[in-house]
């Protein structure tokens, strides 16, 4: 069990460009979860899987952002025409629920700067 | 819809003190109730997670209680040290985490 990993940890884009973020799971968990955080607030929920079906999109979700787990194994997260204000921690977090353990596993994040 | 809060928003304590951290929320209808750290830059450490049949949770120096009724929580930290400093957040599940914004604590020598 090698935990949550992301990648890239660090990006630094300009705006108006695409990015593209990557989260592996840990093995087995079937639920995949996206979160934002800016500077000084709490995680806030964007979207989640179950297998390769996303169920849920905060409203959070603009048009400009896409969610995808084809496989049900790891997910993607792509930006498009990146703004100043989607800079901010973007955290992917999985499980696998049961009902003794509904706890989800934090990757250790990317860091998106757009300049 | 779903609220948590977190008081303080900050606190600073010199070394050795026991230390009681706030977290609220509106809706009582939770599975369960998660504690993280956070370092400055860094992802999020699980601390304790509390299942709704619960009523507290202890790792070492931290206990974790939980009071659905009230809708209310505490995190506990007995003997605080330096290497505690960082911000700690609650959150609750119905199945995503909503989060508070958190209680950024520094324990200073």
């Known amino acids: 069990d090698t935990g949550v990993s992301q990648d890239p940890r660090h990006k630094i884009t300009k705006r108006g460009q695409n990015v593209t973020f990557r989260c592996d799971p840990i093995?087995?968990?079937?639920?995949l979860y996206w979160y934002r955080q800016t500077l000084g607030q709490g995680p806030e929920f964007l979207t989640y899987f179950q297998n390769e079906a996303q169920l849920e999109k905060s409203r959070l979700l603009s048009d400009r952002f896409s969610a995808e787990r084809p496989k049900g194994s790891f997910s993607t997260l792509e930006i498009q025409r990146t703004e100043q204000g989607d800079s901010a921690m973007y955290l992917c977090a999985s499980s696998r629920p049961s009902l003794a353990d509904y706890e989800q596993y934090f990757g250790p994040g990317t860091r998106l700067t757009v300049t | 819809k779903q609220e948590v809060t977190q008081i303080p928003a900050a606190l600073s304590v010199p070394e050795g003190e026991n230390l009681v951290l706030n977290c609220s929320f509106t809706?009582?209808?939770?599975?369960?109730l998660q504690w993280f750290r956070q370092d400055p830059g860094k992802g999020l450490t699980s601390l304790l997670l509390i299942q709704s049949s619960q009523r507290e949770q202890t790792s070492g120096r931290l206990n974790a209680s939980l009071d659905k009724s009230s809708g209310r929580s505490t995190l506990y930290i007995a003997a605080s040290q330096p290497g505690d400093s960082a911000t700690y957040l609650c959150?609750?599940?119905?199945?995503?985490?909503?989060f508070g914004t958190g209680t950024r604590l520094q324990v200073f020598p």
């Open positions: 093995s087995e968990h079937n639920r």
């Open positions: 809706d009582s209808a939770i599975y369960n």
């Open positions: 959150a609750v599940y119905p199945d995503k985490l909503i």
